[in-house]
């Protein structure tokens, strides 16, 4: 990427978008700096931006832009100016069209001026001239340009069908969930987390052992089939975030700690439960999401996950479903992707366990129309080679 300007500001702020949508500052080459210093007025800044500073003529931009687009290290360039009484902004305009109608690669400008450029502004559209009125969006807009540059010349992502999924087990217990709770049409209704880990295991997704527990020895029996320690999460009508309300406890090893749990969040309480799960092992936490949109069907969401996930916001999304480079793309586009890949020494997490899960859940909600909302979170991240763990799966589902 490449910027011309005639003001440092707009150069660094368009420099600092280009930054956020991941394009590069092109080197220019010794070459290139070298033409640019016979065009330019003395004192330009001949690196990349180039800075004609406060008095370039208007055919310089022309002549700038050649120079610049024959690099063979640029593939954009982007052309800003700040009107000033001594440069016509309208001729400006016109020395930036010629030189775009001579390139073979993408030219966009910005100008800066409010009702001053209105005519520069008719003169770009009509050269075909992308105009932008500030660096960010023009930012913006040549990294959404580069994007689509990317997909058209990718290989052929058309995810194919995971096999080892069980469709007849998982539409069994979402069938049977519906009549329990005589749901109704469209409303949709929230699954317990017992039966929402049943639905994603069918699918070959990881949930830990888990059991719903009425009384305090039901609790303590599962804890003792589960091995080692567990956590206890409790079941309440319209409870969403456990965490919020004290709805959990880890690493409970003893039958005292489980029947200590479930008199706390359970107690006398009819409509109460608390589900016992054996404890994951530690890792990195991770979320996946998938919502059914309106016009485009499901859509995957992934990102950091935890308690932070609505503070952060640190997500990826894709349409469902979706193959595995697909799903690597998506991962690497976060920061939890970028911390997965090992930072500072740490050491990787399963990468590869997080694109099998992600692709699941693609298929899962592709192959049920009936799935409107599902999220897993967290999803714990072994290290690599380790796998991954569903230890919280949350769905709801409609009559669809």
Known sequence: MALLTNAGGPAALAADGLDDVGLKMADLTPETQAQLKAVTPHGTQLGNPVDMLGGPRAEMFSATLDIILADPGVDMALAMFVPQAITPVNDVARHVVEAAARASKPVACCLVGGVSITEAIHILHEGNVPFYPDPT????????????AQLKTRPDLTPEPLEDVDRALAEGILKQ???RMQGQGNT?????????????????????????AHTAEEAVTLAERAGGPVVAKLIAPGLIHKA???GIALGLRSGDEVRAA???????NADRALMVQQMAPKGQEVILGAQRDPQFGPLLMFGMGGIYVEVLKDVAFRLAPLC????RAMIAETAA??????????????IAAVVDTLRRVGQLVADFPQISEMDINPLIVGAEGEGAWAVDVRMAITGS
Do not use: H
């Not at 969006?137 to 689509?148: I, N």
């Open 262 to 268: 479930f008199a706390r969040m359970v107690g006398s």
């Open 137 to 148: 969006r023009a930012a913006k807009a040549l990294g959404g340009l580069w994007q689509y």
């Open 188 to 212: 949709p209704v929230f699954l317990d987390a017992e039966t929402a880990g049943a639905v994603a295991a069918a699918y070959g997704i990881r949930v830990p052992f888990s059991g719903i």
């Open 324 to 327: 595995a480079e697909d799903a």
């Open 177 to 179: 969930a519906w009549e």
């Open 337 to 350: 992707g970028k911390i997965m890949a090992g930072v500072r020494g740490q050491a990787p997490g399963d």
């Open 244 to 246: 919020d309300v004290g």
